[in-house]
């Protein structure tokens, strides 16, 4: 099984619409979750960084689900210019500070429709 | 000014051939990361390094070398390429930040053809 597992899509979505991508990750002792975001050809950057609680920035929302290790991303009004590769990103070296190890999922395409 | 450069950004060669990727940062972080990204598997770190006396194997490092040659300089070196090491290579920067140093900043990347 791999560490961190997303649906790769393709998500064709009409601008204006909701869409939410979920993301499974396999080591329970993962301590810090992330969404990065990667245009094509181009290098990923962070998007949000996912807490317990749920966090919102804007038309954005991130999830953590502990008990079925899952995080989620829902992009609200969704605009053309979200058009991009969401990859889900789990700390998995866990929360012992300088551990820290990225592993990131392979990527969940997303193309806005006008 | 870009914060993480990657140099060269664009690089075909043959096999057999020793290549050269280098990244230089103007972030002042301590860490620096290699990573490879193909298609349908993702990013993977080749090599790492915390600090300058510091060099870190990832989890696909056979086949690559790295140098810190200094804070901001951190080169990753294929000492004989081969066609499977064809790939987009990515150089990336962290520090602490909020108690961790989970952001990472990637440069823009040098894709790499081995043919």
């Known amino acids: 099984r791999k560490e961190v597992e997303q649906d790769p899509g393709p998500f064709n979505v009409p601008e204006g619409a909701t869409v939410a991508f979920n993301c499974t990750y396999s080591n329970s002792a993962s301590q810090s979750f992330f969404w990065y975001r990667q245009d094509c050809r181009k290098e990923p950057k962070l998007l949000m960084s996912v807490y317990s609680s749920g966090n919102e920035d804007g038309r954005f929302t991130a999830q953590l689900n502990r008990a079925s290790q899952y995080i989620s991303l829902l992009i609200r009004d969704s605009k053309l210019s979200d058009s991009a590769t969401y990859l889900c990103?789990?700390?998995?070296?866990?929360?012992?500070?300088?551990?820290?190890?990225?592993?990131f999922g392979t990527g969940t395409r997303l193309t806005i429709i006008p | 000014d870009a914060d993480v450069t990657q140099t060269p950004r664009n690089r075909i060669t043959k096999t057999g051939k020793r290549i050269m990727l280098e990244c230089s940062q103007t972030?002042?972080?301590?860490?620096m990361y290699w990573y490879r990204q193909d298609p349908g598997l993702g990013l993977r770190l080749i090599y790492y390094?915390?600090?300058?006396?510091?060099?870190n194997k990832g989890e696909i490092s056979d086949g690559y070398s790295v140098s810190r040659q200094a804070q901001a300089k951190f080169s990753l070196s294929l000492e004989s390429a081969i066609p499977n090491q064809t790939a987009l290579y990515f150089c990336?920067?962290?520090?602490?930040?909020?108690?961790?140093?989970?952001?990472?900043?990637f440069g823009p990347g040098t894709r790499l053809t081995v043919l």
């Open positions: 990103v789990v700390n998995s070296e866990g929360s012992n500070f300088g551990n820290e190890k990225l592993t």
């Open positions: 390094s915390f600090d300058v006396k510091d060099i």
């Open positions: 972030k002042g972080h301590d860490r």
């Open positions: 990336a920067t962290s520090d602490y930040v909020g108690g961790s140093y989970n952001e990472q900043f």
